[in-house]
């Protein structure tokens, strides 16, 4: 079974300044997605970046960027240069390539960019 | 990447009532998915919609509680059944388009159940 986990409930970051969210995962898939989703308090779900297990280089999609240590199986986003409209739930999940293809999702950051 | 209208956005209902969520997408796509996300929690999936087939739910979900439509590649349909406060919740519908492209979600449904 797949499993995804958040540790930070809660992150503050000053504009401006950069910001590392936490995830790890566990998994006996050899093939898996590792993908980074914002929520504001809208609710959509909004696609951020994604890092499959067998690529060699860390993913990276403008201010975001995903720090993937595959053999500590932590797939970290930095967003940099934080924005006032960063502020958001933060959700890290995965999906295998061998059993089901839906998301299995962390619990959530809630990121707090303050002025 | 997939456009994907979820209706209704939003909706108060009664209990013991039952409420049809859609979710259209303007391209052919395999795999649609249901989520539900409780207040403050994060996203738990519901079912895997197949089309042509029933389908595949999780563990904790039922078809006679959430049954779902897949009539065609483009469209699905949730039912919430026999409604209480405990499903107040944010429904969402999901694509994948292949197994190394991201999903994409519908805007989801606030639901809210008196």
């Known amino acids: 079974a797949q499993k995804i986990t958040q540790t930070q409930p809660g992150m503050f970051v000053q504009e401006k300044e950069a910001v590392t969210l936490d995830c790890t995962y566990d998994t006996s898939d050899p093939s898996y997605g590792l993908f980074w989703y914002k929520q504001p308090s809208s609710g959509e779900m909004i696609f951020l970046i994604y890092?499959?297990?067998?690529?060699?280089q860390n993913a990276t999609e403008g201010r975001y960027s995903l720090n993937f240590q595959k053999a500590r199986k932590s797939a970290n986003l930095v967003i940099s240069a934080s924005q006032l409209g960063d502020s958001a739930m933060y959700f890290c999940a995965m999906r295998d390539y061998t059993g089901r293809r839906a998301l299995t999702f962390g619990s959530g950051t809630r990121l707090q960019v303050q002025p | 990447s997939a456009v994907i209208s979820q209706k209704p956005s939003r909706d108060i209902c009664q209990r013991g009532t039952s409420l049809t969520i859609q979710c259209q997408v303007d391209?052919?796509?395999?795999?649609m998915f249901w989520y539900r996300q409780q207040p403050g929690q994060s996203l738990t999936l519901i079912a895997t919609a197949n089309q042509g087939s029933e389908a595949t739910y999780e563990s904790g979900f039922v078809i006679d509680k959430f049954p779902i439509s897949r009539p065609n590649l483009t469209f699905s349909t949730l039912t919430v059944s026999n409604m209480s406060p405990e499903d107040s919740s944010i429904y969402l519908c999901?694509?994948?388009?292949?197994?190394?492209?991201?999903?994409?979600f519908g805007d989801g449904t606030r639901l809210s159940i008196l």
């Open positions: 999901s694509v994948g388009q292949g197994r190394e492209q991201p999903q994409h």
């Open positions: 890092q499959g297990s067998y690529d060699q």
């Open positions: 391209s052919q796509v395999t795999m």
